[in-house]
């Protein structure tokens, strides 16, 4: 690549720190005394300065988006700051800090960005050492959202926990950095500081909060886990990063126990994906990309049981149906990807769900005995599990609840593949999001039957 396009290398460093991540710096540290609306003012005015500049250069359209993300996210703060439910401007610097700091790195990425060309030895050495790098940088995304956050925290001297802002410093950096995974066509510093915004934002509103130590320990536990599934080839990156900030919240909201559950679904899908591999892609029904999980993946099974971890210990008065409803619907996840992995290898034809007619292996909809057999399995294993980890005080509706949940689910899926899947209203992921909150409504209403009778 020619010299002349990369002024950040040379001349325009400071012992090698690119000067744009200096004015980064200057930026945060002026906010708090600058305040929100002047913030924004200048913000708008670097924003057009940039854009019309006239630049063309790669590094300049970075910084015209981060700008626009900055612009963007300061007006939701100043429009938002009359109601009930402000956006904080604290969070604002932590979510720009996020991005900033990963700016022109793809350090999440399992693609080469870079332009020059590389030995083939070169490529091998930089993926080796890229978990080592993109686990330094995750922590200095983390550092760098606390200090941003803190330093308004401290100026405008706000009634907010350190805690808190560390708390949320952790998600912010986790969930940016899952953003920077997602292959996706809009600019990384726009999805990247508003997707981390978004999420610190949601999670600040709680005011739940837990020691820093607990919150490291359940980072690194998690991220390590991810980090095997993703050298087992199980799991992209964009998954690692999922089940890492899955890992957090359901750790800090519920407790390991409840990850470990959710944990086993990961492991026996994967697992089981592997099973009959050869044979289920001979037949064309085997999972893409060599049965590697991604995000969407991730989200469409787990979505549910996230929002039922927090809501655990956010309402602590209603924990026993929240319980069973977890565990409807981890079972449900769980049954119903063994039934998909297993019964697609039964030796007859399935039937479909909704008119009992033979059908294709792997067609939406299609079930079979072994299929059925197999979710029952996966569903009364999570129920056992719980119990055996202290989830669940009560080994028979632990058990029952689970398995009924988990198999009602799972036939639900099948239910909802055969008619909105098939339609095209639905993506098999939807499909799962759906049956998944599903399961876990089934395991609740049985439970709440029980105990009224």
Not at 32 to 42: H, M, Q, R, S, T
Not at 135 to 154: D, E, H, K, P, Q
Not at 344 to 355: C, E, L, S, V, W
Not at 383 to 389: D, N, Q, R, V
Request: aromatic share 14%.
């Amino acid at each position: 690549m020619n010299r002349a396009i990369r002024p950040f290398k040379s001349g325009n460093s400071f012992h090698g720190i690119p000067l744009m991540h200096i004015l980064y710096l200057l930026l945060i540290l002026i906010s708090p005394f600058a305040g929100v609306n002047l913030l924004f003012l200048l913000s708008i005015i670097l924003f057009l300065g940039l854009r019309f500049s006239g630049n063309s250069l790669p590094h300049y359209r970075d910084v015209i988006s981060l700008s626009f993300s900055l612009c963007l996210m300061l007006f939701v703060s100043l429009v938002s700051g009359s109601f009930s439910y402000p956006y904080p401007f604290y969070i604002v610097l932590a979510a720009f800090a996020v991005a900033a700091v990963g700016n022109h790195k793809s350090s999440f990425s399992e693609t080469d960005s870079e332009d020059d060309a590389q030995s083939r030895r070169s490529r091998i050495k930089k993926k080796s050492f890229s978990i080592l790098w993109s686990s330094v940088f995750l922590g200095t995304r983390i550092l760098a959202a606390f200090l941003a956050a803190g330093w308004i925290v401290y100026w405008q001297k706000l009634s907010v926990s350190y805690n808190l802002v560390f708390f949320i410093a952790v998600i912010g950096a986790v969930t940016g950095s899952l953003f920077e995974s997602i292959p996706s066509k809009i600019d990384k510093n726009i999805s990247v500081p508003l997707g981390a915004g978004m999420t610190m934002w949601i999670f600040e509103g709680f005011r739940y909060w837990v020691p820093p130590e607990k919150m490291l320990i359940a980072l690194i536990f998690s991220f390590f886990l991810g980090l095997l599934a993703y050298k087992a080839k199980i799991a992209d990156v964009s998954a690692l990063l999922s089940a890492a900030l899955l890992g957090v919240l359901i750790i800090v909201f519920s407790g390991l126990s409840w990850f470990l559950l959710l944990l086993t679904f990961f492991i026996l899908g994967g697992g089981f994906t592997k099973y009959k591999y050869a044979y289920k892609e001979s037949i064309g029904i085997a999972q893409a990309k060599d049965g590697v999980r991604s995000y969407e993946n991730v989200f469409s099974n787990s979505t549910a049981a996230l929002v039922l971890a927090v809501a655990y210990g956010v309402f602590p008065e209603h924990s026993l149906p929240i319980i069973y409803a977890y565990l409807g619907t981890v079972a449900t996840a769980t049954g119903d990807t063994l039934a998909s992995e297993i019964g697609t290898t039964a030796k007859g034809r399935p039937r479909m769900i909704t008119t009992l007619k033979l059908s294709e292996p792997g067609a939406d909809g299609a079930v079979s005995s072994l299929g059925e057999l197999a979710a029952i399995f996966g569903s009364a294993v999570i129920g056992l599990l719980a119990y055996m980890l202290g989830v669940s005080d009560n080994l028979f509706l632990s058990v029952l609840i689970t398995t009924a949940g988990g198999f009602l689910g799972t036939n639900i899926d099948s239910l909802l593949g055969a008619t909105l899947q098939k339609r095209g209203i639905l993506s098999n992921s939807g499909v799962n999001f759906m049956a998944t909150f599903a399961g876990a409504g089934v395991s609740a209403v049985i439970y709440l039957l029980i105990t009224l009778i």
